[in-house]
């Protein structure tokens, strides 16, 4: 077989996508660009799905009444190959959108090559490292593109809602000089001559800038030394994250509650074809959401014969019991002092208590949160309290010299909350190219 002649684009632009593409257009001529994802042979018709980023489209071939030079093109296809095709619309019913492109020139732009290690249209079924290792072609299938479309759109409606809410966005800095939360869960960096740390979250920054904004809200992503090799732990991940002045655990908790109402009411409205596509149905849940004590959790835990310490964090088996009780978003608050980060505030009342909550849905953790210690005093006790150097926070400590406020906040992974938007059950799966103990590539 000789090699297959690859054309220039030339003059050639796109004037419609295959989503563009129906019966309403018959007669009219077209000129769409995509990839091949399909080729079905019947002697002397041809039939090609075409796909680009809106969906896919049938090209039909009648061997004996189009161009023998599109004809012998089409012949020399093969899946994944890119080209484009000029040609005009004709209703057909049986047609993916109700309407066929019949062509009258056709461009190969680029071929595959063969065989590829996937079936891009996912009929035959492979693991999940082999769909992460060839990563670019797994994401050709229309269900994993519509986790990103999702994605697109729940990230437009936060961003929408906190805006509108009077927060600013910010960034800071990936590349710091101590932990964040303190522990070993840490990734070191050779900066120049010293070693640094790339941030697990924006937390000790994001407090320093409500000096400044009152309001703050940064999407970014943030690392962490994660060796839990789970369906829901990344190495790599991005967070959603506010912070405010002048206000409680409570106050930032109706925040998290009504941005997650929004997003998923913004999702509902806005990703039908996406949600239709993996096959799951957004209920938008009410506000507010139910509120937990952390003791009331460990009574409910007992009463299902599931045993937790009181002080201690809970287990996730402990939390799939949890999960069916309460099958919804739910706030576990109170927790423990001793098991929050520094940072967070104890109870006025009660010191062994603290003013930090999760947000969890079903059994998993989406958020953490909670007002935050302004007083240098108790924060150094604290940082001493967890065997933390006051001296590695010297820098974070000084801003509590120039009128730090009661401020609260949280954050929130998105990764798992697309989990949540599109019922997929592997965190691999709604990250692009997602970063684990074993992955470093794609």
């Excluded at 419609?16 to 019966?23: E, R, T, V």
């Excluded at 189009?66 to 012998?72: F, G, H, K, M, P």
């Amino acid at each position: 077989m000789s090699p297959v002649k690859i054309d220039k684009m030339g003059d050639w632009r796109r004037t419609h996508y295959s989503a563009d593409i129906g019966p309403e257009l018959d007669g009219q001529e077209v000129l769409v660009f995509g990839w091949v994802q399909e080729i079905r042979d019947l002697g002397g018709l041809r039939f090609l799905i075409l796909q680009d980023k809106t969906g896919q489209l049938q090209i039909t071939i009648h061997r004996h009444k189009v161009a023998s030079e599109v004809v012998e093109k089409a012949e020399s296809l093969q899946k994944q190959y890119s080209i484009g095709v000029k040609g005009t619309v004709k209703k057909m019913g049986k047609a993916p959108r109700g309407a066929e492109i019949v062509p009258n020139e056709m461009r190969i732009f680029s071929v595959s090559q063969q065989p590829l290690p996937l079936d891009i249209t996912g009929r035959t079924k492979a693991e999940i490292d082999v769909r992460l290792d060839a990563r670019v072609l797994d994401l050709r299938r229309e269900e994993n593109q519509a986790i990103f479309k999702v994605q697109h759109a729940a990230l437009e409606a936060a961003r929408a809602f906190l805006s509108k809410r009077g927060y600013i966005e910010v960034f800071t800095p990936r590349i710091i000089v101590s932990a964040t939360e303190g522990g070993s869960a840490l990734f070191p960096v050779a900066y120049f001559t010293r070693e640094a740390f790339l941030a697990q979250s924006p937390q000790l920054y994001k407090e320093q800038l409500i000096l400044d904004f009152e309001q703050v809200f940064e999407i970014g992503p943030f690392f962490r030394a994660e060796e839990s090799h789970t369906r829901r732990h990344l190495s790599e991940f991005i967070s959603v994250d506010i912070e405010q002045a002048f206000a409680n655990a409570e106050d930032v908790m109706k925040v998290l509650e009504e941005l997650i109402h929004n997003v998923c009411k913004a999702v509902a409205a806005n990703c039908e074809r996406e949600l239709e596509l993996l096959g799951h149905e957004i209920v938008v849940p009410e506000v507010p959401f139910k509120r937990l004590t952390y003791s009331k959790v460990l009574e409910e835990l007992e009463a299902e014969k599931v045993h937790v310490p009181w002080g201690e964090d809970i287990p996730t088996a402990a939390y799939r019991v949890l999960g069916k009780l309460h099958p919804y978003y739910y706030f576990i608050t109170d927790w423990p002092t001793k098991a929050k980060a520094f940072y967070i505030k104890p109870k006025d009342d009660n010191p062994e208590l603290s003013e930090g909550f999760d947000l969890m849905w079903h059994w998993i953790e989406l958020s953490s949160g909670g007002a935050r210690i302004h007083s240098k005093e108790l924060l150094m006790k604290r940082l001493s309290e967890q065997g933390l150097s006051t001296e590695s926070f010297k820098t974070h400590l000084q801003a509590f010299d120039y009128g730090m406020p009661p401020h609260a906040g949280w954050g929130l992974g998105l990764a798992r909350l697309l989990m949540v938007l599109t019922g997929v059950k592997n965190i691999r799966e709604v990250v692009l190219f997602p970063r684990d103990q074993f992955r470093l590539t794609p």
